[in-house]
């Protein structure tokens, strides 16, 4: 596989701070590649508890698939059987 097709472009132009969610969003869901792959992106208005700790058996159990490129960066994440 060709790499430099799979290069994601964005339209953030230089300079322009990343100052809200909406300028995020709009970065992420402007960005593609030159063979039309497309950036899907929206934001989770959640509130999480902090220091919740996964067990290695959990994490063992979830459907995580590690890509080839960086995997420990890039991954897949599936939902679970219960959503």
């Not at 960005?31 to 067990?55: C, D, E, I, P």
């Not at 994490?59 to 960066?73: D, E, F, G, T």
């Amino acid at each position: 596989m060709d790499r430099s097709k799979n290069k994601m472009r964005g339209s953030l132009r230089a300079g322009r701070p990343l100052d809200s969610y909406e300028t995020i969003l709009n970065h992420l869901r402007t960005t593609t590649t030159s063979t039309g792959l497309r950036v899907r992106a929206h934001l989770v208005r959640r509130t999480y508890r902090k220091g919740k700790k996964v067990s290695n058996t959990e994490m063992k159990k979830l459907p995580i698939k590690k890509h080839n490129i960086h995997p420990q960066w890039n991954y897949t994440l599936s939902p679970g059987p219960d959503h």
